[in-house]
């Protein structure tokens, strides 16, 4: 059996109004003020900074700014929620040759959420957050749960997702992963600009 690992926010979903939103909520309560969403939305993703420190002027995600986030965000992620065009193409035209996977650095919980109110958590046959492993991507603890649980094969497995953070947690676990272009970041090299290209690097590392 084959597997491909999706990232969700920025790959699958664009859920950036609501991510901005919920940083911003969390400044202002922590006394800072608003950030410009096309900002937030580019550092979201950087592996080379704090993202506690950047966001929120803390060395750590404190338990005030988790419970901050986590409370706002869970009550306003379907904000704007909307699927990527070629979403729903790609999963139905793979779906006979692949079983698919979530592996997000969000809540779990309302990662469900957010698949089951877009009508595509039918797909998965798993969605592991960062509250279901001991750390959370760029650490291949993600992956490696879900190549365990469903009993893949490294080789059989492909990680895809709009971040860094994704692609080192795919290398970090021994597997395959590759960059798209339409999320939260915005490469000049070596990634996906298309879900036409996406199937064609797909169809290319298992020979379909």
Same mark, same amino acid.
């Given at each position: ?15 950036? %109004? ?6 911003? +909520?969390?400044?202002?309560? #922590? !006394?800072?003020?608003?950030? @410009? =969403? ?76 957010? %698949? ?6 039918? +797909?998965?046959?798993?969605? #592991? !957050?960062?509250?279901?492993? @001991? =750390? ?73």
């Amino acid at each position: 059996m084959k597997m491909i690992i999706f990232d969700m926010d920025g790959t699958l979903l664009d859920s950036g %109004l609501a991510i901005a939103n919920t940083v911003n +909520y969390v400044r202002e309560n #922590l !006394g800072l003020e608003s950030l @410009e =969403k096309a900002y937030i939305l580019e550092n979201i993703n950087d592996i080379n900074i704090n993202s506690a420190e950047f966001f929120y002027n803390s060395s750590t995600f404190t338990p005030k700014i988790t419970s901050l986030f986590e409370d706002f965000y869970s009550k306003n992620c379907l904000v704007d929620l909307s699927l990527y065009d070629g979403v729903k193409e790609l999963l139905d035209d793979l779906k006979g040759d692949f079983k698919f996977s979530i592996a997000t650095n969000a809540n779990s919980n309302y990662a469900k959420k957010m %698949l089951n109110h877009l009508e595509i958590s039918k +797909y998965f046959s798993s969605i #592991l !957050g960062y509250n279901d492993v @001991e =750390k959370p991507k760029p650490n291949p603890d993600m992956v490696n749960r879900i190549l365990d649980i469903h009993n893949i094969k490294k080789e059989n497995a492909k990680v895809v997702g709009d971040s860094i953070k994704d692609t080192k947690a795919a290398f970090n676990a021994g597997v395959d992963g590759v960059l798209v272009n339409w999320g939260f970041s915005n490469y000049k090299n070596n990634a996906l600009n298309s879900f036409d290209e996406l199937r064609e690097s797909i169809n290319l590392k298992f020979n379909l």
